[in-house]
Each structure stands twice: as structure tokens, then as C-alpha cells.
């Protein structure tokens, strides 16, 4: 029943996959990570915080908004002030004028797919408030910015239709060390419009995700059944009954979680006269069962990518 509502979640979208460059919503399927590292140039906190907004709403009026699956692709800047002066006035202002450069890039593979530059200038009493001057009247939704994602999406569709063989066997391989989020993220990262990888991705991905969460299932148990070992009462079987929970029903070992907590409901009804059946509908409800169905490999993928945002030393290499 799982694999059904998995492919009826995922499978509709697949038939407006068109690998056509002229359609704005085959690309509006790419989204991309902003990133501006805090040591960057060191561009004051608040000045970066709003040039990273900035793009963040530039990429989104392009149709490319959202956290990525896997934060492969990424869009970052730095600023360099080309001229600095203090101006004769009371009090005195600094004064700057600033070059802003664009980076669309991969930062797995270190390639610059896209950039773009601009010129703005600022004044304020101090450095900080000069930087905040010049970007707060930056509008970024314009035709240079829009050639720069365009470019950059282009870029990203080109890198997976000649390396889609190479992304397969990466995430293949992946698994194969049991790095069953990370595989399962690679492949969840190729954007529907890359019509022909995105098929073979889907084809790639179930067996990876069945051998993640059997994977899961066996650990699980072991771990249910070590806490109703230590703790033989209604109590531990509550634990190993919320251990037992998580586990998805389409796994191999499903049955074995199902013998446990038939084994703990036994148990626990004989020593406590206690009726356990209440933690046996919880593992069996419904509700329980459906919100691990919505809990695909997708979100396992999206899930991975939150906790490998890139850091300043990993986009470093863009800036020299």
C-alpha cells in the first residue's frame, strides 16, 4: 500500500517533466540555497544578513525558490569596495563605493556555473552603515541578475544529462556504505527537468530506500529489544513501543516489531494485569501508519540537506 501512495505522490509530476530550456516552469523545477558566509570580505552582520535576503528574493522571483534537496547548487556573493572617502561634512561620513559580485555555483564539484557584478555606493557615520546604505536601494530583480540564474539553470540541467550515469553510481555507492540519506538526497536532488535522469533516478531510488529502512527496522528492534530487556514491565514496553513506532511498515522486519510488542503485551497482561492494548493500536493505528507513509524518501533527502548547509571554508575557493 505504501509503495502506491509513493508512486502516486511523486509519479504525477513526472509527466509535465519536459527537457525543453525554453519553458520558465521546466526551470521553475530547479531551487536553489543562498549563502553569504559571515567572514565573507568581512561584510558587516547586518549588511550581509540583507544581501543575503536580497538574493534569497531575487532567486524566488525567478522561479527557483526553496531550499534545494541537496544544497549542491548554491548562489553566494562577496562585496570589495573599490573607493573609500570621508566626506567634509559634520559629522564626517564614510563614504564607499562597492563592487558586488554573483556566484552561482557547485560547490561539491568546485565549479562557477554563473556570475554577474554591480556597482553600488553607500555613506553612513560609520563602515556598518555604509554597507546597509548601499545594498538597502539594490534591486536585484533585473535583466543581468535574470541572465546569471538563467545561465546558472542551464549549467545545473547541462551536469545532469551528461553526468547522470556518475550521480547514479555515486549515490549507489553511497549506499552501499550505508549512507542511505545522503544516496537517497543525490538522487531526490535531480530536478524534473532533466526528464531521462530524473526517470532513472526514481528507478534508483526505491531499492535504495528499501534497503535504508530495513536497515532501520533492524536497528530498531535490536534497540526496542535491549530496553524491554533491561526494564520487563509496562513501563519498558512503553519505551520499546515508541522505539517500535518509527519503524515503516513496508520494511522486511516489520513482522519481528509486531512479534515484540506482541511479546511485551503478553507479558505485561500477566504480570500487572494490565490490558496493553492500548500501545498496541498506537503501533497499529491508522493515523500512525499514514504519517510514515508521507515520510518518503524525499524527506529523508530534504532532511540530510538541512544539516549540510556549507560553511565559510567550504565556499572559500569561490572567493580567491
Known amino acids: 500500500m505504501k509503495k502506491l501512495l509513493f508512486f502516486l505522490l511523486i509519479i504525477p509530476s513526472l509527466a509535465f517533466a519536459q527537457n525543453d530550456l525554453g519553458y520558465a516552469d521546466d526551470m521553475a523545477r530547479i531551487a536553489l540555497d543562498v549563502i553569504v558566509p559571515d567572514q565573507v570580505a568581512d561584510i558587516p552582520d547586518h549588511a550581509r544578513s540583507l544581501l543575503e535576503s536580497k ?11 526553496g531550499e534545494g ?21 559634520v559629522p564626517p561620513m564614510q563614504a564607499f ?17 554563473s556570475t554577474t557584478t554591480f556597482t553600488t555606493k553607500g555613506a553612513g557615520t ?42 547514479i553510481a555515486r549515490s549507489q555507492a553511497l549506499a552501499s556504505q550505508k549512507m542511505y540519506p545522503e544516496a537517497i538526497a543525490t538522487l531526490s536532488g535531480i ?8 526517470m532513472r533516478a526514481i528507478d534508483a531510488i526505491g ?35 515508541a522505539v517500535l513506532s518509527q519503524i515503516d511498515p513496508d520494511s522486511r522486519c516489520y513482522g519481528n516489531a509486531q512479534n515484540l510488542i506482541g511479546q511485551m503485551a503478553t ?50 575557493w569561490v572567493f580567491r
Open 267 to 316: 507479558k505485561v497482561l500477566r504480570d500487572e494485569q494490565r490490558d496493553w492494548d492500548f500501545v498496541v493500536k498506537a503501533f497499529e493505528s491508522e493515523v500512525a501508519l499514514e504519517s510514515m507513509r508521507i515520510r518518503a524518501f524525499r524527506d529523508v533527502g530534504v532532511a540530510w540537506g538541512e544539516n549540510q548547509q556549507p560553511t565559510y571554508n567550504q565556499v572559500l
Open 55 to 65: 538574493l534569497m528574493q531575487a532567486v524566488t522571483d525567478h522561479g527557483m525558490g
Open 126 to 167: 560609520n563602515a556598518n552603515r555604509a554597507y546597509v546604505s548601499a545594498l538597502r536601494p539594490v534591486n536585484l530583480n533585473n535583466s543581468n541578475v535574470k541572465r546569471f540564474l538563467d545561465e546558472g539553470k542551464r549549467k545545473i540541467i547541462e551536469y545532469y544529462n551528461t553526468r547522470c550515469d556518475f550521480v
Open 191 to 198: 530536478p524534473e527537468v532533466c526528464k531521462d535522469c530524473y
Open 207 to 241: 531499492p535504495i530506500y528499501q534497503e535504508y529502512i530495513d536497515h532501520d527496522c533492524q536497528m530498531m528492534v535490536a534497540v526496542a529489544s535491549a530496553v524491554w530487556a533491561a526494564e520487563p514491565n509496562s513501563n519498558g514496553a512503553a519505551k520499546a513501543g
Open 97 to 113: 563605493t562597492f563592487e558586488v559580485y554573483l556566484y552561482l555555483v557547485d560547490f561539491v564539484d568546485k565549479n562557477v556555473l
Open 69 to 89: 534537496v541537496s544544497p549542491r547548487f548554491l548562489v553566494t556573493a562577496k562585496m570589495e569596495i573599490l573607493t573609500k572617502d570621508v566626506t567634509p561634512t
